[in-house]
């Protein structure tokens, strides 16, 4: 189907998979999704999650002690198989959910998506980095983990802790700060379901939009909401401020994925000034552009942002295996004022006008 045409196409199934004790709460949490699946070591935490099918990672209730990298290869296998076969995710989405910096992201979470990738489903795996005060040897570990798992799953979306200063007061209890941070992963993952299950679509189709991200690498999340006369520009902006895409992140991309989500009173001059947004951000990158209709919308729009292909930074800051397209100056990571309102590349760059 041609750009620009509209068609009433079957929307992708996600299912969501939370692993480990951070992955299970926050995908109890997530409800876009219509199938979730909870995966853990400890049989105690999981049997506080009722409603939910689980799976205990140590195989039986009690066996929740050590085990070593191999039992835990093959539990994780194990976990995998009973979770296909009670599900069928073939030609969906099957997402993962999960903290990295640990042994169950460094070994459970590459056996898990890979076994799922043998299924002919999309594996996108959505890790969260742990936090500043936890130590380098748990950045180690995570950076690790995040390198395995970009050889087995087809997406491997990393949330940074950055968001953490952006969100919080520097006054706020360690364990606010936290939660904000929890609201906010979740908010993104249910957006970020919510677009890749949208059946109708105009532009980029739902499966147009899995096979996009089929060995896609790594990649980076920005969700935004906006309402009003500049709803367009508020969702692109809430996006990018606040949000987990980096300047890093953006300036290292090989390709960009916008869907947007409104009623059916979403103009084309707004779609033109979306675009022409993410262009300001990305660059010379590709963008891919997909709409979803919902009437229950009303004013509202919805922008789910990724960049995928994000490239690693050499030992002398050069991009590896392409230049870097999006100018220097540009700066997702500061914004004007204490408030972060207004992001640096919008400030610097006169924002299309919706008329």
Known sequence: MGTGEYSSAVGNTVLLIG??????????????????RLLSFDADA??????????????????????DTDAMEESAVDAALRI??????????????????????????????????????????????????????????????????ENVADLVLVLPNRPLAELCEPGWPVAKAIASLK?????????????????????????DLRHSLSEAGRGALGIGVGAGDSRVEQAIRDACAHSFLTQESCKQASAAILHLLGSSDLSLREVHAATELIGQIVGRVPIQVGLSMDRSMGEEIRATLLV????????????????????????????????LDIPAFLRRKPAPQIH
């Open 19 to 36: 692993v480990g004790a951070v992955g299970c709460e926050l995908a109890a949490r997530c409800t876009a999704a219509p199938l979730r």
């Open 46 to 67: 999981l049997a506080s999650y009722p409603g939910i099918e689980t799976v205990c990672l140590a195989g039986e209730p009690e066996n929740t002690g050590d085990m």
């Open 84 to 149: 296909v076969e009670s599900t069928r995710p073939s030609n969906g989405v099957a997402m993962i959910l999960c903290a990295v910096g640990g042994q169950t992201g460094s070994i459970v979470i590459p056996a898990l998506a890979n076994e799922l990738k043998a299924t002919q489903c999309t594996v996108v795996v959505v890790a969260l980095e742990p936090l500043s005060f936890e130590g380098p040897n748990r950045a180690e570990l995570a950076s690790r983990a995040v390198a395995s798992l």
């Open 183 to 207: 609201d906010r992963t979740v908010e993104a993952v249910d957006q970020l379901t919510r677009a890749l299950s949208c059946a109708s679509c105009v532009g980029l189709q739902p499966s």
């Open 308 to 339: 995928t292909g994000v490239r690693h930074l050499s030992a002398d800051g050069a991009t590896e295996g392409r230049s870097a397209t999006v100018p220097q100056s540009q700066d997702l990571a500061f914004f004007d004022g204490v408030n």
